[in-house]
T-cell receptor, first 114, second 111 residues
Framework: NAGVTQTPKFQVLKTGQSMTLQCAQD?????MYWYRQDPGMGLRLIYY???????DKGEVPNGYNVSRLNKREFSLRLESAAPSQTSVYFC?????????????FGPGTRLTVL | QKEVEQNSGPLSVPEGAIASLNCTYS??????FFWYRQYSGKSPELIMF????GDKEDGRFTAQLNKASQYVSLLIRDSQPSDSATYLCAVNGNSGYALNFGKGTSLLVTP
């Protein structure tokens, strides 16, 4: 099993450009998440999808949109990138079942917005 | 705002010693508690979780939870240089799916 995969690994954008970060999991998990990690700020939740067909805002959703394409895939879109969106983006997934719901992380995408 | 607090460190311990990492949380409804390890430039990887008061041991790692004091800790016995990383505490509340992460404690194990 590959676990959680993310593409691309690195990306440089100019202000105002758009892009989509891709995430896929092969663990048959119901729930998927997008986080960003900035120095001194820790991991912050952008959006999550509790199950296929649902998405909800997290702590820092402004400037982002998401799509839960199917059970495996959850994409994050930046419509008009801003320098403040320079960050490392992590996708994660979990079973979403009752009880202890452990999240497993992908390798991350390092995004720089100039 | 539900907060998870960790000392940023760096915490420096000699090889073979016990490293003690601490975390406090503000939401009394929190139910599950996780410790992740993150090497520089890598993604967080789960070390262990705990949801009942008391201690939980897994190899060289022991998680301790005290819900009355809203405190969770991670002990690493026989610390190795390979344990040098940032340790993230994460808390899952009773509102569903979101994990609230602390900012992490940097651990340095010196040979």
């Amino acid at each position: 099993n590959a676990g959680v995969t993310q593409t691309p690994k690195f990306q440089v954008l100019k202000t105002g450009q758009s892009m989509t970060l891709q995430c896929a999991q092969d663990m048959n998990h119901n729930s998927m998440y997008w986080y960003r990690q900035d120095p001194g700020m820790g991991l912050r939740l952008i959006y999550y999808s509790a199950s296929e067909g649902t998405t909800d805002k997290g702590e820092v959703p402004n400037g982002y949109n998401v799509s839960r394409l199917n059970k495996r895939e959850f994409s994050l879109r930046l419509e008009s990138a801003a320098p403040s969106q320079t960050s490392v983006y992590f996708c994660a997934s979990s079973t979403g079942l009752a009880g202890v719901d452990t999240q497993y992380f992908g390798p991350g995408t390092r995004l720089t917005v100039l | 705002q539900k907060e998870v607090e960790q000392n940023s460190g760096p915490l420096s311990v000699p090889e073979g010693a016990i490293a003690s990492l601490n975390c406090t949380y503000s939401d009394r409804g929190s139910q599950s508690f996780f410790w992740y390890r993150q090497y520089s430039g890598k993604s967080p990887e789960l070390i262990m979780f705990i949801y009942s008061n008391g201690d939980k041991e897994d190899g060289r790692f022991t998680a301790q939870l005290n819900k009355a004091s809203q405190y969770v800790s991670l002990l690493i016995r026989d610390s190795q240089p390979s344990d040098s990383a940032t340790y993230l505490c994460a808390v899952n509340g009773n509102s569903g799916y979101a994990l609230n992460f602390g900012k992490g404690t940097s651990l340095l194990v010196t040979p």
